[in-house]
């Protein structure tokens, strides 16, 4: 249940960070990529059966 909540947040942080909006468009990719890392992370982790 807690890994669900996890990457559900992970996902609208992701979207959120996105340099599509007016205020984000000085960020640049950092914070998507950023974001996106450790979602790759903790999806692996979800696979090797570390949660």
Do not use: H
């Not at 990457?7 to 914070?31: D, K, M, N, Q, R």
């Amino acid at each position: 249940m807690l890994f669900t909540i996890l990457i559900i947040v992970l996902i609208i942080a992701l979207i959120g960070g996105l340099p599509t909006w007016g205020y984000s468009s000085g960020w640049g990719y950092g914070p998507s990529g950023g974001i996106g890392v450790i979602l790759a992370i903790v999806l692996i982790c979800w696979l090797l059966g570390v949660f």
